[in-house]
């Protein structure tokens, strides 16, 4: 099957920093992929050159075959790659309801023909209120973002991202700041109303629990490169991740 996103040789400089050292991954549709290492390692920086919040020094990003390199964040929305942030980038003053709209709206801006084939027939307000049943905020709906707690304003900006139907959403720490007894729900909620997308999934996480719960394939990153690559239990299982990632000792090693 061919890749919905690859990377050839991504890198990215900050002076003597390099954030991103020659990244060559390649995604299959319909797939969900954790993305996991320490403070630092680059993932983050990862999903900026990915969804054109940065610009790389060098290498390439393919979706669905198109070149996309460089290009700007409204344009790689609009052809289908959204994203959620570390910190939620939700608006305090407005209702979870009009977050939603605003969400739906940027993307409209200068091109409704987008969000005409991309929702269909449904009217923004529609999937406004269908975003707000699928991620249970419907008691939220008229509350100010400033009023929701964090679980809650994470659910919303992933909400956002998902409204304008992408084809690839890439989270960044979704359960960052909820409780871990809230994790796994907040993690049933938002990937049960993602699949039902069909929609590609990258996700940073910190919490192996989950990572090993609700991906199928894992990135581990250390000093801006992929140290390992593969299914779940292997890349948990690898020597370099658990000295450089997960932190837990290595069977039979030092
Ligand atoms: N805009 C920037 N300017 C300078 N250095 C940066 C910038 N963004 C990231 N870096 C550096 O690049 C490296 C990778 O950072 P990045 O934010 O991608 O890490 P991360 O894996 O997301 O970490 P965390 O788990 O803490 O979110 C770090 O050394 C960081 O200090
Ligand atoms: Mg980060």
């Known amino acids: 099957m061919s890749a919905i996103l690859e990377t050839r040789g991504l890198t990215k400089a900050f002076g003597a920093v390099v954030a991103a050292n020659d990244l060559s991954v390649s995604v299959a549709p319909d797939t969900v992929v954790g993305l996991i290492g320490g403070n630092g390692a680059g993932k983050t920086t990862f999903l900026n050159l990915v969804t054109g919040y940065q610009k790389p020094t060098a290498g390439t990003v393919t979706f669905e075959g198109r070149d996309i390199t460089g290009l700007a964040p409204r344009r790689i929305t609009r052809l289908g790659i959204c994203r959620s942030f570390q910190i939620p980038q939700v608006f305090d003053t407005l209702t979870a309801y009009e977050n939603l709209l605003v969400g739906l709206g940027i993307v409209s801006l200068g091109r ?71 994790k796994f729900a907040l993690m049933d909620l938002v990937l049960g109303a993602i699949r039902a997308d069909k929609v590609t999934v990258l996700f940073v996480e910190h919490d192996m629990d989950i990572v090993r719960r609700y991906t199928e394939r894992i990135l581990a990153f250390y000093d801006g490169r992929i140290i390992a690559d593969g299914m779940p239990d292997r890349v948990l299982a690898d020597a370099e991740v658990r000295r450089y990632v997960t932190g837990e000792p290595v069977p039979g090693g030092a």
């Open 112 to 182: 409704r023909a987008f969000v005409g084939s991309a929702l269909g027939d449904q009217a923004p307000e529609a999937v406004a209120e269908e975003m707000l049943q699928r991620f249970r905020l419907g008691e939220w709906r008229d509350a100010p973002a400033s009023a929701l707690p964090e679980g809650v304003r994470k659910l919303l900006d992933i909400a956002m991202a998902l409204a304008v139907k992408p084809r690839i959403l890439l989270l960044d720490e979704p359960t960052s700041g909820v409780s871990a007894d809230e």
